[in-house]
Nanobody, 119 residues
Framework: QVQLVESGGGLVQPGGSLRLSCAAS????????MGWYRQAPGKERELVAA???????KYADSVKGRFAISRDNAKNTVYLQMNSLKPEDTAVYYC?????????????WGQGTQVTVSS
């Protein structure tokens, strides 16, 4: 059974930084593309960053230059370093395995981690 556990969220002031972690189990982590998604109140869930099994990355335009995704296959963990945070980054953040070409999430969702950017 696939399990995804996100952590690292919190309350941060605009311009601040956070590092999110997602520990995966029940999947062959190293062969899966992984993505970070977010869902703000009243909005649909969107992909913000993704990393292929070989380490290629892609980002939503709204976070390019501010967010960085990385993975540690030995730890079955994917990270999201978020810098220069803005109030519009406020959302619940989730990770998931995904189809690289379609951006479609492939597994069940974890509980997510709340990120709140506010002064």
């Amino acid at each position: 059974q696939v399990q995804l556990v996100e952590s690292g969220g919190g309350l941060v002031q605009p311009g601040g930084s956070l590092r999110l972690s997602c520990a995966a189990s029940g999947i062959i982590f190293s062969i899966n593309a992984m993505g970070w998604y977010r869902q703000a109140p009243g909005k649909e869930r969107e992909l913000v960053a993704a990393i292929s099994r070989t380490g290629t990355t892609k980002y939503a335009d709204s976070v390019k230059g501010r967010f960085a995704i990385s993975r540690d296959n030995a730890k079955n963990t994917v990270y999201l370093q978020m810098n220069s945070l803005k109030p519009e980054d406020t959302a619940v953040y989730y990770c998931n395995s995904m189809g690289w070409l379609t951006n479609t999430p492939l597994g069940s969702w974890g509980q997510g981690t709340q990120v709140t950017v506010s002064s």
